[in-house]
């Protein structure tokens, strides 16, 4: 088994590759053609003030570099996206009997992101009452706890 794609968010941006996620995807191409790559656009707010309604929106892309003619590289790689189609399917072989509520579904990644936030948090506190390794961990540390 190996890894064959990445993905990460764009909160309350749109769904569409960066330049530099098309770049970062052509890069991790270079080792492995068949890699892929997901973005997902969370908590986009739609409607007006008092009827705000969250969405989610995911994409699947590879990169292919512009600048190959021939099979050969004659400059520097350019990286274009290349839309990838995507299909959900639900499946009952896949050990569910149906799909799960969407407010199940919430419910669940509010509970993981607990759960991450706590696992940061007691990381900081080790780091802050002395217990790094190094500086470098506590700076680490305290970036990861500000930013969560």
């Avoid at 970062?24 to 009827?51: H, N």
């Avoid at 839309?83 to 799960?100: H, M, R, T, V």
Wanted: glycine share 8%; aromatic share 8%; no cysteine.
């Amino acid at each position: 088994t190996g890894v064959v794609g990445w993905y990460h968010s764009h909160p309350r941006i749109t769904v569409l590759p960066s330049h530099v996620d098309v770049r970062t995807q052509g890069q991790y191409q270079a080792m492995d053609e068949r890699f892929i790559g997901l973005i997902f656009s969370v908590f986009k707010q739609k409607g007006g003030e008092r009827s705000q309604v969250g969405s989610i929106e995911v994409t699947a892309f590879q990169s292919q570099d512009v600048a190959q003619r021939d099979g050969k590289r004659n400059t520097a790689p350019i990286w274009a996206q290349k839309q990838i189609p995507l299909n959900i399917i639900s499946s009952p072989s896949a050990g569910f009997s149906s799909a799960l509520p969407l407010s199940a579904a919430l419910e669940n990644l509010v509970l993981l992101q607990d759960v991450l936030f706590k696992e940061e948090r007691a990381a900081y506190a080790d780091a802050a009452r002395g217990a790094r390794r190094s500086l470098l961990q506590g700076a680490h540390a305290g970036a990861t706890y500000q930013r969560a």
